[in-house]
Structure formats: structure tokens, C-alpha cells
């Protein structure tokens, strides 16, 4: 469920202070460090950089106009994300030595002292009609 319109964005009251006591002292590279990440990004704010405090260290964000009515969260994220990486050359290259128990014999070994008698192919009987 949104926000009521009537009540208006939410946001800290100290943010529009330190805003503007940053633009008033010209400052507006100045790193505005904060700890509220549920804030809503108002107009006043397009142009500075807030560092949000993500749990960890505060990531920079600098404010633009596309930034306006969202969460400062939004832009601060949490979480490491470790992607699924594809299988590794290594895993894919089958490894020199035979595995544990194996007597070390390769298929083609295998394969020319087995002595296999190969059967002829049966014939097919004719349907008479």
C-alpha cells in the first residue's frame, strides 16, 4: 500500500537542514554522510552527494533528477552479490592421475584385452503372402 497523497513524502527534517547548510556554504562536493536509507529523495537534494550508510560504510550517492521520489536504500545496496560463475576450466579438464582405488588402466587398455566376439547381425525372414 503507497504512501497517503495528503500526508506528503516522507523524509528527516535534519536532511533539508544539512542540504542547506551545504548549498549555503558552497560546498556541494561535500560528502553529506546519513544514516537513513527510508527518507524519500526530495527536489531540494538534486545536485549533492549523501554518503548512505549501508550497514558497513557509507556508499556516495549523487542525487539527480531521475533520483527524485525514490528511497535513498534504493541506491545503497546491502548485500554482496556473488554470482553463479560458469564451470571453471579446471573442473571441466579431466586431472592426470587416475582417482583413489583405480588400477590405472585407460579405456583404450581396457578395451584391447577384453576379447569380444562380435555376432553376426540376425536374418530377416521374408513374409509370405
Known amino acids: 500500500m503507497t504512501r497517503s497523497t495528503w500526508k506528503g513524502p516522507f523524509y528527516e527534517e535534519y536532511l ?10 558552497g560546498k556541494t562536493n561535500q560528502v553529506i554522510k546519513i ?12 545536485g549533492l552527494t549523501f554518503g548512505v550508510y549501508n550497514g558497513n560504510k557509507f556508499i556516495p ?4 533528477e531521475n533520483m527524485v521520489g525514490h528511497k535513498f536504500g534504493e541506491f545503497s ?3 554482496t552479490f556473488n ?8 573442473e571441466t579438464k579431466p586431472s592426470s592421475a587416475p582417482p583413489p582405488g ?3 588402466a585407460t579405456p583404450d587398455k581396457v578395451a584391447s584385452e577384453k576379447k569380444v566376439e562380435e555376432k553376426p547381425a540376425p536374418e530377416k525372414k521374408e ?3
Open 16 to 25: 533539508l537542514k544539512k542540504a542547506d547548510d551545504v548549498r549555503k556554504s
Open 35 to 46: 544514516w537513513t536509507r527510508r527518507s524519500t529523495i526530495l527536489p531540494e537534494f538534486v
Open 61 to 64: 550517492v549523487s542525487v539527480n
Open 77 to 79: 545496496p546491502t548485500r
Open 83 to 90: 554470482s553463479h560463475s560458469a564451470v571453471s576450466k579446471t
Open 102 to 104: 583405480a588400477t590405472g
Open 127 to 129: 513374409e509370405k503372402k
